[in-house]
């Protein structure tokens, strides 16, 4: 089975600075999706940013990119200018690219609260 | 374009009690998802549905059913409440079974006495 590790419960970053918020997983499949969401304190997550498998080159959005390293199955999301509303948790997610079944679901990790200091 | 709406927002029911969540699909989304959020975890998938039907289910009882509407909105019924069933409950849509974005709503948040 698929998991998801999100080794820092807690980050803290100034605001303008740059934050990473890592990542790793584990699967035996070759073709996924990863995927970071935000969820502020209004509870809908958001989705920041995705990532497909076997595209070699990091997804960017804006002030927000990707570190993504197959082989050592990590997936580290860069946050860059770090603005007041970047403040949320943040949980990075694994889904698989098999349609149908519960391969179709996402694999959430238990998510890295991200403080932003004025 | 109307985005993922669930009801209630808030809720409180007693435990051995039965509960039912309703969510509206982003409009053309023909594939549903339910997780269960528990405070200061990641969300857990509980089911999908395509076309109505169940496709999916993840490590939940029985006690946990739902339906899917011709017009793609669903319901997550819960029977026989218990304390451990407090939670967010986030449902999530997408265009397309296996599709790979899922668009949330912002949940139900459900306190079991």
């Known amino acids: 089975a698929q998991t998801v590790t999100q080794s820092q419960p807690e980050m803290s970053v100034q605001e303008a600075e740059t934050v990473t918020l890592s990542c790793t997983y584990d699967?035996?499949?070759?073709?996924?999706?990863l995927f970071w969401y935000k969820q502020p304190p209004s509870r809908q997550m958001i989705l920041v940013i995705r990532?497909?498998?076997?595209?070699?080159q990091n997804a960017t959005e804006n002030r927000f990119s990707v570190n993504f390293q197959k082989a050592a199955k990590s997936f580290s999301l860069k946050i860059s200018d770090s603005q007041l509303g970047d403040a949320a948790m943040y949980f990075c997610?694994?889904?698989?690219?098999?349609?149908?079944?519960?391969?179709?679901?996402?694999?959430f990790g238990k998510g890295t609260k991200l403080s932003v200091k004025p | 374009e109307t985005g993922v709406t669930q009801s209630p927002t808030h809720l409180i029911k007693t435990r051995g009690q039965q509960v039912t969540l309703r969510c509206s699909s982003q409009s053309g989304h023909n594939t549903v998802s339910w997780y269960q959020q528990a405070l200061g975890q990641g969300p857990q998938f509980i089911f999908q549905?395509?076309?109505?039907?169940?496709?999916g289910r993840g490590n939940f009882p029985p006690r946990f059913s739902g339906l899917q509407f011709p017009n793609y909105s669903s319901e997550l019924n819960v029977n026989a409440l218990e304390l451990d069933d407090s939670a967010l409950y986030l449902c999530?849509?997408?265009?397309?079974?296996?599709?790979?974005?899922?668009?949330f709503g912002e949940g139900s948040r459900l306190t079991v006495l």
């Open positions: 990532q497909e498998a076997y595209k070699q």
């Open positions: 549905y395509y076309r109505e039907e169940e496709n």
């Open positions: 699967t035996s499949e070759s073709d996924y999706y």
């Open positions: 997610a694994y889904r698989s690219a098999v349609h149908g079944g519960s391969q179709g679901n996402l694999i």
């Open positions: 999530a849509s997408s265009l397309e079974l296996g599709s790979g974005e899922l668009f």
